[in-house]
């Protein structure tokens, strides 16, 4: 999974039905890495590879439509209350350098 899908199921902003469509529209050799399998590539990752990452995928998403300033928020406001006030106020950091 990768954080624009993260980003998708923890805003709930999709329905199942769509993640349906979408998983049928998705070749099906199309290699899909679940959860497990991303926390464990990305837990090999210094944070300077992880923001990397972040940005990368931040920025697919926008190009594609799927990441807006509106999911941000809503991913933001849903995270908020697993993250200590430090960690908090750095995801708030980084949200606004995504929307730039």
Request: aromatic letters at 6%; glycine letters at 4%; charged letters at 35%.
């Amino acid at each position: 999974m990768n954080i624009n899908e993260y980003i998708k199921r923890k805003c709930g902003n999709r329905t199942q039905s769509q993640s349906e469509a979408d998983d049928t529209s998705r070749p099906k050799d199309a290699p899909s890495e679940s959860t497990v399998e991303a926390y464990e590539r990305l837990s090999k990752m210094n944070e300077e590879q992880l923001m990397s990452e972040m940005f990368r995928a931040a920025h697919d998403g926008r190009q594609s439509g799927e990441i807006n300033d509106e999911t941000l928020d809503r991913f933001y406001q849903t995270a908020q209350s697993f993250l200590t006030p430090e960690q908090a106020e750095r995801m708030r950091e980084l949200i606004i350098q995504l929307k730039q």
